[in-house]
């Protein structure tokens, strides 16, 4: 069965540091990737995807994550995060025939502090 | 504005009593999902429907129920029989298999 860990339940980071949030997923078949972002009580903002192409993906704020077939990683990363991005981060994956259903990890927490 | 609404935003019900969360997108999607999210354990997928009229249970399907009878709505009813129904409900849709699914700002239900 498919399946999307994210190492880190929580991350807590200084202003203008820069920040990594881990995501592995195990499938058997090719897989379309996602990064959601959610504000407390909202609902999800899709952040970026990789659905084919070039295995960087970068989204508006800043954010970049790097598809990794032979560690089966999608991992986010921000080179200076601001106050404003403390928020929970989702990694998703869909399979390719599977109906658009998405599987999620558990989530990270990402606290940025002054 | 094309988007997805979720009503109502709170809802508070008494154990024993069924409770139907409301789904609406005009953004002219085939499909449309109901997830269900718990502190710590990520969203877990209820029931999903790829067309109108048909539908498929996801992994934690037992104790809801949904109907699709018009594209733009998806209603999701938690019956008494869900054991812990206390949760945040969001409810998404997508264009197709192969692209992003957009979410709604969701339903927290309390069950007391």
């Known amino acids: 069965a498919q399946s999307v860990t994210q190492l880190d339940s929580q991350v807590p980071v200084f202003e203008e540091a820069p920040v990594e949030l881990r995501c592995n997923y195990s499938s058997s078949v090719s897989v379309y990737l996602f990064w959601y972002v959610q504000y407390p009580n909202q609902g999800l903002q899709l952040l970026l995807k990789?659905?084919?192409?070039?295995?960087l993906v970068e989204s508006i704020n800043g954010f970049e994550a790097e598809f990794n077939k032979s560690q089966t990683s999608f991992h986010l990363r921000k080179p200076s995060v601001h106050i404003s991005d403390t928020a929970e981060y989702f990694c998703?994956?869909?399979?390719?025939?599977?109906?658009?259903?998405?599987?999620f990890g558990q989530g990270t927490e990402l606290s940025v502090k002054p | 504005d094309g988007g997805i609404t979720q009503s109502p935003k709170y809802l508070f019900r008494k154990e024993g009593q069924n409770v139907t969360l409301s789904c609406e997108q005009n953004?002219?999607?085939?499909?449309m999902y109901w997830y269900r999210q718990d502190p710590g354990q990520g969203l877990r997928l209820i029931y999903y429907?790829?067309?109108?009229?048909?539908?498929q249970k996801g992994d934690i399907a037992e104790g809801y129920s949904v109907s699709r009878e018009k594209k733009e709505s998806f209603p999701l009813t938690v019956t008494s029989a869900q054991k812990n129904p206390t949760a945040f409900y969001l409810c998404a849709s997508s264009p197709g298999a192969r692209t992003e699914a957009f979410f709604g700002q969701g339903t927290r239900l309390t069950v007391v």
């Open positions: 953004l002219n999607h085939d499909a």
């Open positions: 429907s790829q067309i109108v009229n048909d539908f």
């Open positions: 998703a994956v869909t399979i390719y025939n599977q109906g658009g259903k998405l599987i």
């Open positions: 990789y659905l084919s192409g070039s295995t």
